[in-house]
């Protein structure tokens, strides 16, 4: 599976940003995916995941309320909706998808595979 994300950039605090992430090969659509960021001199963290039909979500509690993880099938696509940014949600952004399972299970979800990260930059 291969990963294209996009959709970063800058942004005032308080405004929002759609991210999107783009997979080939066909087993996509079957298994959970989801995003983690990495803020200068910090560890990458997760954010959000979905399962593999859509049903079941996961998110971090520092972006629970604000934004949105949903994905569409048919495109290949995964997005993240963020909404009321604020400057420590500065950072690069990757999204990933699961090797075989359809459920994330938890905000402990990480990724088998992961794509290019989208800087997304938040100034107050």
């Known amino acids: 599976v291969q990963l294209q994300a996009s959709g970063g950039g800058w942004v005032q605090a308080g405004g929002s940003r759609r991210l999107s992430c783009v997979a080939s090969g066909r087993t996509f659509s079957a298994v959970a995916a989801g995003w983690s960021r990495q803020a200068p001199g910090k560890e990458r963290e997760f954010v959000a995941a979905?399962?593999?039909?859509?049903?079941?979500?996961y998110y971090a509690d520092s972006v629970k309320g604000r934004f949105t993880i949903s994905r569409d099938n048919a495109k290949n696509t995964v997005y993240l909706q963020m909404n009321s940014l604020e400057p420590e949600d500065t950072a690069v952004y990757y999204c990933?998808?699961?090797?075989?399972?359809?459920?994330?299970?938890?905000?402990?979800?990480?990724?088998?595979?992961w794509g290019q990260g989208t800087q997304v930059t938040v100034s107050s």
């Open positions: 979905i399962s593999a039909r859509g049903g079941v979500t």
């Open positions: 990933g998808a699961d090797k075989r399972r359809t459920t994330p299970g938890g905000s402990d979800w990480v990724a088998d595979y």
